[in-house]
């Protein structure tokens, strides 16, 4: 294991809790970065990658030498278009209509910043969700039992009732928020082994 102090540039609960599964020790300071997302914006792992760099560079003034800041982006993506946080119930009812019967995509982007050196990798997940053909009634008793205004699609895949979701290609870490698969394999590249 590494003296470096490990940082997590995120105040989600969910990614707290997967990084938690990895037994290390981390601190959380949350990243203020605002993210220039805007809605139906054309999706990009460029674009996505760059606020997760932004988001470890936000806290590196906070944090003391040796430290690994680590910060995630996740964006729901439907017909190529980045689907953002609803803003509203009509909203949140809106994007669901718009996800039902049919596939979209989840991207998580993944910075490991290494302030000592200003070293970084930054890397991607990408899931296929496909969800069945939802009904008004799934979609309003959803939102008002699970009010999901601070997540990106208006859904957490993880608290879903059945029937909602088909299936899903690829990782289910990385709908929730946080991609565990590769993630030891990039931390070795910071000399830390778990």
């Known amino acids: 294991m590494s003296t470096k102090e490990i940082i997590l540039a995120s105040n989600s609960p969910r990614r707290k809790e997967i990084l938690k599964s990895f037994n290390i020790d981390f601190k959380i300071i949350p990243s203020n970065y605002d993210e220039p997302v805007n809605e139906n914006d054309i999706f990009s792992y460029n ?25 995630a982006d996740t964006v729901v993506v439907n017909d190529k278009k980045i689907l953002l946080k609803p803003k509203n119930y009509q909203n949140a009812i809106n994007i669901l209509k718009s996800l039902s019967n049919k596939k979209h995509q989840v991207v998580t982007s993944v910075c490991i ?28 008793n959803y939102i008002l039992n699970f009010k999901p205004y601070d997540k990106a699609g208006a859904y957490g895949i993880q ?21 565990k698969e590769n993630f030891i394999t990039y931390l070795k590249k910071f000399n830390i082994y778990l």
């Open 159 to 179: 608290e879903f009732p059945d029937g909602f979701v088909q299936k899903i290609e690829g990782s289910f870490s990385n709908v929730v928020g946080f991609p």
């Open 47 to 71: 674009k996505i990658e760059y606020i997760a760099f932004n988001k470890a560079k936000n806290v590196i003034n906070q944090v003391k030498n040796k430290s690994i800041i680590i910060s």
């Open 113 to 140: 910043y290494e302030t000592e050196n200003n070293k970084y990798i930054t890397y991607s997940s990408t899931t296929n969700v496909y969800f069945n053909e939802l009904n008004d009634k799934q979609i309003k």
